[in-house]
């Protein structure tokens, strides 16, 4: 049996190692051999920021070619040598390395070690779970760690990148939850759909876009999600609330971070990372569970675009430069 998947190729023969993508068909045999093997006939998949990464080459996040890309996957299981899977179950893997270190969701059939896979909650289907994807998965972790810091309901969140997927979900997760969501964009015809989801204010990227004149400036935010990184996060963390909370899940505004001791001392302030790939499958049980608790399809629906797996390598370049919307659905079959 073959099948259709989309494989990067890299080419060293010139100055700089570049890297090509080609849909291409497969057969089983070239389907790796994990530990607790689950074979998986995959629906969907999804773009995120790394997968742009990937797919341009940047920063070595792949080190073997050839190679099948997509760190979200979602399908139903046929082949399953792990009891707690049996065929015909529908199960999503997010992290875990898949589609940078192992064999991803861009393509019809995957082959994971069942330890990586959770099964799709009984209230979303295949595709809602990628609409949500490790954009959507991620945002719910830092609005769940922002909680457990102590940001209370009401309290402002500032969400950066307001506009692309982590910033999006984070302000549906917010807004369900009872949060007063404050919504960073550089994109201002966005503002009315990020209203829609419950943003309750929007303001100018650039207020906050450069480096701080002072350690500390007005308190403004009792927590922040913060997918952007750079400057942004050094500007943020001195308008924070006295024992405010930030949770860094994101870097497109670059992964350097020039700030001073003083909100940490001064006022409190903390500085919570967030990881997605190495999640433990206890936490990744929970955050799901959460997302259930305030998943809505239609608001999902609205801000979710869906293309097809020959032509998921041409949307790359939109999403590492900041022009994608929302979430982006790859349909691996037909």
């Not at 080459?57 to 099948?68: A, D, E, F, S, T």
């Not at 192992?102 to 609409?131: F, I, K």
């Not at 006295?242 to 860094?248: D, F, H, I, L, T």
């Not at 929970?286 to 869906?306: Q, Y």
Request: proline fraction near 4%.
């Amino acid at each position: 049996m073959t099948f259709k998947a989309l494989v990067l190729s890299e080419d060293t023969s010139g100055e700089k190692p570049a890297v090509s993508a080609a849909l291409t068909d497969l057969s089983d045999s070239d389907l790796p051999s994990p530990e607790n093997a689950v074979t998986i006939s995959v629906e969907y998949s999804s773009l995120n920021y790394k997968d742009g990464m990937i797919l341009k080459g940047i920063g070595r996040l792949v080190r073997n070619y050839p190679h099948v890309p997509g760190v979200d996957l979602a399908g139903t299981v046929t082949e399953s040598s792990d009891g707690r899977f049996q065929l015909g179950d529908s199960v999503l893997c997010t992290g875990w390395r898949v589609g940078e270190m192992h064999w991803g969701g861009y393509s019809e059939q995957a082959r994971l070690n069942a330890d990586w896979l959770v099964e799709v909650p009984s209230s979303m289907t295949t595709r809602d779970v990628m609409a949500i994807g490790t954009a959507g998965f991620t945002a719910m972790q830092a609005i769940d760690a922002l909680e457990q810091a102590g940001v209370q309901k009401g309290d402002p969140i500032l969400v950066t990148g307001a506009s692309g997927g982590v910033g999006s979900s984070a302000i549906m997760w917010g807004a369900a939850l009872g949060h007063h969501m404050v919504a960073s964009t550089g994109r201002p015809e966005n503002a009315e759909d990020l209203t829609a989801l419950g943003a309750a204010e929007v303001i100018d990227r650039n207020e906050i876009a450069d480096a701080p004149e002072r350690p500390l400036l007005k308190e403004r935010w009792a927590g922040c999600v913060d997918a952007v990184g750079g400057n942004t996060l050094a500007h943020v963390l001195a308008e924070m609330h006295y024992k405010g909370s930030v949770a860094a899940c994101g870097l497109a505004g670059g992964n350097v971070l020039s700030t001073t001791v003083i909100p940490f001392l001064l006022r409190g302030v903390n500085l919570l990372g967030i990881d997605s790939v190495m999640c433990p499958f206890e936490e990744r049980e929970r955050i799901w569970s959460r997302i259930g608790e305030v998943f809505d399809a239609n608001a999902l629906h609205k801000i979710t675009t869906e293309v097809a797996l020959a032509d998921i390598a041409s949307h790359a370049g939109e999403i590492l430069a900041g022009k994608t919307k929302g979430r982006t659905v790859v349909k691996t079959q037909g």
